[in-house]
Nanobody, 120 residues
Framework: QVQLLESGGGFVQAGGSLRLSCAAS????????MGWYRQAPGQGRDFVAG???????KYADSVKGRFTISRDDAKMTVFLQMSSLKPEDTADYYC??????????????WGQGTQVTVSS
């Protein structure tokens, strides 16, 4: 009923840039906070960036000044502009959204992930 679909991952050299997108679709009746997490091989899933419905943003210290999160509510899409990429940014990136779904409640949904690989 509700789906989050990420795109934009890929392979890039250190210092390069990538832009991730995540589009929500389905029976959605409101979206609150949207965000991005990442999971490197063999590690847990870590917070990267978040944005509220009012446009307030929050970033992990490791990406401040390099990553920018934004959203387009008309398209129910969240973006993550990643610049000055480092090899340690290599991970699977997951988007998440706190939204009101067809059942009428507010729930957290996750995308399937998109892989980002940064070579040195």
């Amino acid at each position: 009923q509700v789906q989050l679909l990420e795109s934009g991952g890929g392979f890039v050299q250190a210092g390069g840039s990538l832009r991730l997108s995540c589009a929500a679709s389905g029976s959605i009746f409101g979206i609150d906070t949207m965000g991005w997490y990442r999971q490197a091989p063999g590690q847990g899933r870590d917070f990267v960036a978040g944005i509220t419905s009012g446009g307030q943003t929050k970033y992990a210290d490791s990406v401040k000044g390099r990553f920018t999160i934004s959203r387009d509510d008309a398209k129910m899409t969240v973006f993550l502009q990643m610049s000055s990429l480092k090899p340690e940014d290599t991970a699977d990136y997951y988007c998440t959204a706190h939204l009101r779904d067809y059942q009428g409640g507010w729930n957290d949904y996750w995308g399937q992930g998109t892989q980002v690989t940064v070579s040195s």
